[in-house]
């Protein structure tokens, strides 16, 4: 999962139980320009979890 989320702007590894990643602010800025991080995130997570808030 935290692949998928920081695949282009960064790296991430790990497994379901713990994982972790980086973002690197010049890569993110690059692909997505001034938009804030948080939006982003929760952006991801609602592609890759469509579910997760019903």
């Known amino acids: 999962m935290i692949c998928s ?3 282009g702007i960064g790296s991430g590894e790990g497994h ?7 973002v690197s602010g010049e890569q993110f800025r690059e692909k997505y320009g001034e938009m804030d991080f948080f939006s982003f995130l929760e952006q991801r997570l609602d592609e890759l ?3 997760a808030r019903r």
Do not use: A, R, T, V
Request: aromatic share 8%; glycine share 16%.
């Open 5 to 7: 989320i920081c695949e």
């Open 16 to 22: 379901s139980k713990k994982s972790g990643g980086w």
């Open 49 to 51: 979890l469509p579910d």
